[in-house]
């Protein structure tokens, strides 16, 4: 009888458990690369402001194609996912930004569906709202999948079965099924996916943004509905973002120097690179690692998460002579040499452990706690912010509409695993990418939700601190000014010239969810060209905030803390008690939510959710 309640919220899954075959689909050949096309068509959900196109679609890069010049084996298929959406106003005259999350391994359609994207999916997850607060007010907004084997981006469309265990760790287990397909339940979900093989994805942020390099030059230039007046190209990248975001604009500065040069590769058109944007991002692991100690014992919101024996054991484990920051460093310097061709013999030798022990050891800490991941302030089961969409993006008329021949990934292991192995988030030189960028001209502008624990904003001050550029001691003595919006004052923002960093009130990691106001604000005034706290004043190269030097006088009320409730395509909102029900059979599920059960708060240690 349960049992049979709980296939209730899987129904429809007797009927087809892969996507539909693509129709309606335009496929064009590249007019500069042999062998590269776009394929596209007008999905018509989710923007439905009327007359607002849409477009979703791959540019598809065959085997071989990054192989020239890098050394880079690539002896797959590069089929990256992209959704366009036209800004609602004068989209011709409209500038393009694109949006980016992290991981590595997590889909940018987080950002569309959950952040600032034209739409959210309803708490039916089949439905959607449109965000009055959607970045492409005024931009138009292009969404990536990358690298390939994320979200809706593949390498080779296979047959699997997302298997989830009673911990609620995933696993991709690959098998044909022939005509006898197992039915899905909450464990086991059937469908098609990249290939789940480690060597075809990229291993690294300087792999990856290779690949972006080569799909922004065909998009860019051969999209036939991107025909831009304004062809100024913004980034914004939130989370493992703070390594993708200037790894990719550096790379893209970089081509743009060699076109002005006489050093690049035929063929390669210069982007008119205007922000760099970063939304609670891992910038620099060695800078911010400090924090995962100190922000759950010293905090805004005077949450006493860590006592006064975790941390001192914590700071000792970090600071002492050989531990783990030393070991941290050594790691980084090797990793360093290794990019550069000078051999360390076996370099996990160096780094072995680093992530478990240094890294991890205050996030275990952390998740023994019952405080939420992206939101110190919410429970560790935290409902927010809700995951509707994994419900939306395994509808059958959702695949259709967007043309795709695979399910959707939200995180991707293969791309963990390889960005794990190859050590990508020690791997330095990304505050230095930033600083080349400021350098170059391009606008960088950060903002940290002051909730959020897994890239939080006490971190993120100290990398925007510490970006080595030639103005950089104007940015430090530039004062914190409050960030002034329709709704009030929503957080402090230190500005200078092109640069600047702000601390978001009551927020999360994912700031346009838990603040819209606030981000779209910092967007668009970044855009074009106004300060970032009032938005009133045109930007000067020597234009500086005043105001205190530090925000830590500013102290927040907690929020209510939101009660559980299982979404079981979550399993981390659900808790161990609860989940083994869910896998037992033994709840009733209503729209993918459990709709009785207890709360409860184990002693477990969690599952580490993705950045
Ligand atoms: C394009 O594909 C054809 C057929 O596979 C191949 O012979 C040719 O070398 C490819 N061209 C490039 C530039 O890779
Ligand atoms: C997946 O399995 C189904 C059912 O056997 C089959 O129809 C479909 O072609 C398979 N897809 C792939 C990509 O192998
Ligand atoms: C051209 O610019 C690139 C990118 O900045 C640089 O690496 C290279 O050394 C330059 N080459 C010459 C000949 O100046
Ligand atoms: C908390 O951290 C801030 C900023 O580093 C510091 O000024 C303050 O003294 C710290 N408070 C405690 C109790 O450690
Ligand atoms: C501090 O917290 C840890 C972890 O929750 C706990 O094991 C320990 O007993 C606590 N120590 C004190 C002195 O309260
Ligand atoms: C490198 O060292 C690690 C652990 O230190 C070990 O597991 C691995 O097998 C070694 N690899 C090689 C190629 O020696
Ligand atoms: C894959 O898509 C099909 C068709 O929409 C759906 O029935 C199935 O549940 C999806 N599988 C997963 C794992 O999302
Ligand atoms: C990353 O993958 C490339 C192949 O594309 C390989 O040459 C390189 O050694 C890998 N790097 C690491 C650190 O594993
Ligand atoms: C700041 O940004 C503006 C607008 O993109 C640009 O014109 C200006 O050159 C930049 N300033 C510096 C110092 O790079
Ligand atoms: C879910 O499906 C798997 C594989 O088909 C099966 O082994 C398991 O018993 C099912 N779970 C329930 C609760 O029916």
Same mark, same amino acid.
């Given at each position: 009888m349960l049992a049979g309640l709980v296939l209730a919220g899987f129904l429809g899954l007797t009927v087809a458990q892969f996507p539909p075959e693509p129709e309606g689909v335009t496929v064009i050949k590249s007019k500069l690369h042999e062998n590269v096309t776009i394929s596209f068509k007008?999905?018509?959900?989710?923007?439905?402001?009327?007359g607002v196109r849409s477009y979703s679609g791959y540019v598809h890069l065959p085997p071989g194609f990054l192989d020239e010049g890098t050394?880079?084996?690539?002896d797959y298929p590069i089929n990256t996912f992209f959704w366009f959406f036209e800004s609602r106003k004068d989209p011709s005259n409209a500038p393009l930004a694109i949006w980016l999350n992290g991981?590595?391994?997590?889909?940018?359609i987080m950002g569309l569906l959950?952040?600032?994207?034209p739409c959210s999916v309803a708490s039916d997850s089949k439905t959607t709202i449109l965000n009055e607060?959607?970045?492409n007010n005024e931009v138009n907004l292009l969404f990536l999948d990358q690298p390939t084997q994320v979200g809706f981006s593949y390498d080779v469309p296979t047959n699997a079965t997302i298997v989830t265990d009673e911990d609620g760790n995933r696993k991709f287990v690959l098998g044909e099924f022939g005509t006898d397909v197992p039915q899905s339940n909450a464990t086991h979900r059937v469908g098609t996916f990249g290939?789940?093989?480690?060597?075809?994805?990229?291993?690294s942020t300087a792999y990856a943004a290779h690949a972006i390099w080569h799909f922004a030059q065909t998009w860019l230039f051969e999209f036939p509905h991107y025909k831009p007046e304004d062809n100024r190209v913004s980034l914004w990248a939130e989370s493992y973002g703070g390594h993708y975001g200037p790894g990719i604009f550096e790379l893209f500065q970089q081509q743009n120097d060699k076109i002005k040069n006489g050093t690049?590769?035929?063929g390669a058109q210069y982007l008119h690179l205007d922000t760099l944007g970063i939304v609670n991002?891992?910038?620099d692991l060695v800078l911010q690692e400090e924090t995962y100690i100190t922000l759950p014992y010293?905090?805004?919101?005077?949450?006493?998460?860590?006592?006064q024996s975790t941390y001192d054991e914590l700071m000792y484990d970090w600071s002492r002579p050989g531990g783990c920051r030393d070991r941290m460093v050594a790691c980084r310097a090797a990793v360093k040499d290794r990019d550069s061709?000078?051999?360390?013999?076996?370099i996990s030798d160096i780094c072995e452990g680093i992530a478990l022990e240094c890294s991890d050891g205050p996030i275990t800490h952390f998740h023994r706690?019952?405080?939420?991941?992206?939101?110190?302030?919410?429970? %560790?089961?935290?409902?927010?912010?809700? %995951?509707h969409m994994l419900g939306y993006l395994s509808e059958e008329s959702v695949l259709a509409a967007l043309g795709v021949p695979v399910n959707f990934t939200s995180s991707s292991p293969a791309v963990a695993k390889q960005f794990r192995e190859s050590h990508d988030h020690v791997h330095g030189g990304f505050l230095d990418a930033i600083g080349y960028l400021l350098d170059s001209g391009v606008k960088v502008h950060m903002m940290y939700g002051d909730?959020?624990?897994?890239?939080n904003w006490v971190g993120g001050e100290k990398a925007s601190l510490a970006i080595?550029?030639?103005?950089i001691s104007d940015f430090a003595e530039a004062g914190y000014t409050p960030l002034q919006t329709s709704e009030g004052v929503d957080g402090m923002t230190r500005q200078f010239g092109n640069y600047s960093f702000t601390r978001v009130?009551?927020?999360?990691?994912e700031v346009p969810a838990y603040q819209p106001v606030a981000a779209y604000e910092i967007f668009m005034r970044a855009t074009f060209n106004k300060?970032?706290?009032?938005?009133?004043v045109d930007v000067s190269d020597d234009f500086q905030t005043p105001g205190p030097?530090?925000?830590?006088h500013i102290k927040n009320v907690p929020p209510v803390v939101p009660a559980q409730k299982c979404y079981v395509l979550d399993p981390g909102t659900c808790g161990p008690e609860i989940w083994a029900k869910v896998a037992r059979g033994e709840v009733t599920v209503k729209d993918y939510y459990v709709v009785e059960g207890t709360n409860e708060a184990g002693e477990e240690v969690f599952e580490r959710v993705e950045l």
């Amino acid at each position: 009888m349960l049992a049979g309640l709980v296939l209730a919220g899987f129904l429809g899954l007797t009927v087809a458990q892969f996507p539909p075959e693509p129709e309606g689909v335009t496929v064009i050949k590249s007019k500069l690369h042999e062998n590269v096309t776009i394929s596209f068509k007008e999905p018509g959900i989710c923007e439905t402001t009327p007359g607002v196109r849409s477009y979703s679609g791959y540019v598809h890069l065959p085997p071989g194609f990054l192989d020239e010049g890098t050394g880079e084996v690539q002896d797959y298929p590069i089929n990256t996912f992209f959704w366009f959406f036209e800004s609602r106003k004068d989209p011709s005259n409209a500038p393009l930004a694109i949006w980016l999350n992290g991981g590595p391994g997590s889909s940018s359609i987080m950002g569309l569906l959950e952040e600032m994207g034209p739409c959210s999916v309803a708490s039916d997850s089949k439905t959607t709202i449109l965000n009055e607060w959607s970045w492409n007010n005024e931009v138009n907004l292009l969404f990536l999948d990358q690298p390939t084997q994320v979200g809706f981006s593949y390498d080779v469309p296979t047959n699997a079965t997302i298997v989830t265990d009673e911990d609620g760790n995933r696993k991709f287990v690959l098998g044909e099924f022939g005509t006898d397909v197992p039915q899905s339940n909450a464990t086991h979900r059937v469908g098609t996916f990249g290939s789940q093989k480690l060597a075809q994805t990229a291993n690294s942020t300087a792999y990856a943004a290779h690949a972006i390099w080569h799909f922004a030059q065909t998009w860019l230039f051969e999209f036939p509905h991107y025909k831009p007046e304004d062809n100024r190209v913004s980034l914004w990248a939130e989370s493992y973002g703070g390594h993708y975001g200037p790894g990719i604009f550096e790379l893209f500065q970089q081509q743009n120097d060699k076109i002005k040069n006489g050093t690049a590769e035929e063929g390669a058109q210069y982007l008119h690179l205007d922000t760099l944007g970063i939304v609670n991002g891992l910038i620099d692991l060695v800078l911010q690692e400090e924090t995962y100690i100190t922000l759950p014992y010293n905090n805004t919101y005077g949450l006493q998460i860590f006592n006064q024996s975790t941390y001192d054991e914590l700071m000792y484990d970090w600071s002492r002579p050989g531990g783990c920051r030393d070991r941290m460093v050594a790691c980084r310097a090797a990793v360093k040499d290794r990019d550069s061709g000078i051999s360390h013999g076996n370099i996990s030798d160096i780094c072995e452990g680093i992530a478990l022990e240094c890294s991890d050891g205050p996030i275990t800490h952390f998740h023994r706690e019952n405080h939420g991941w992206y939101d110190i302030a919410h429970g %560790k089961y935290d409902p927010t912010p809700a %995951k509707h969409m994994l419900g939306y993006l395994s509808e059958e008329s959702v695949l259709a509409a967007l043309g795709v021949p695979v399910n959707f990934t939200s995180s991707s292991p293969a791309v963990a695993k390889q960005f794990r192995e190859s050590h990508d988030h020690v791997h330095g030189g990304f505050l230095d990418a930033i600083g080349y960028l400021l350098d170059s001209g391009v606008k960088v502008h950060m903002m940290y939700g002051d909730r959020d624990y897994a890239c939080n904003w006490v971190g993120g001050e100290k990398a925007s601190l510490a970006i080595p550029y030639s103005r950089i001691s104007d940015f430090a003595e530039a004062g914190y000014t409050p960030l002034q919006t329709s709704e009030g004052v929503d957080g402090m923002t230190r500005q200078f010239g092109n640069y600047s960093f702000t601390r978001v009130y009551q927020s999360g990691h994912e700031v346009p969810a838990y603040q819209p106001v606030a981000a779209y604000e910092i967007f668009m005034r970044a855009t074009f060209n106004k300060d970032i706290a009032t938005g009133l004043v045109d930007v000067s190269d020597d234009f500086q905030t005043p105001g205190p030097s530090d925000t830590w006088h500013i102290k927040n009320v907690p929020p209510v803390v939101p009660a559980q409730k299982c979404y079981v395509l979550d399993p981390g909102t659900c808790g161990p008690e609860i989940w083994a029900k869910v896998a037992r059979g033994e709840v009733t599920v209503k729209d993918y939510y459990v709709v009785e059960g207890t709360n409860e708060a184990g002693e477990e240690v969690f599952e580490r959710v993705e950045l």
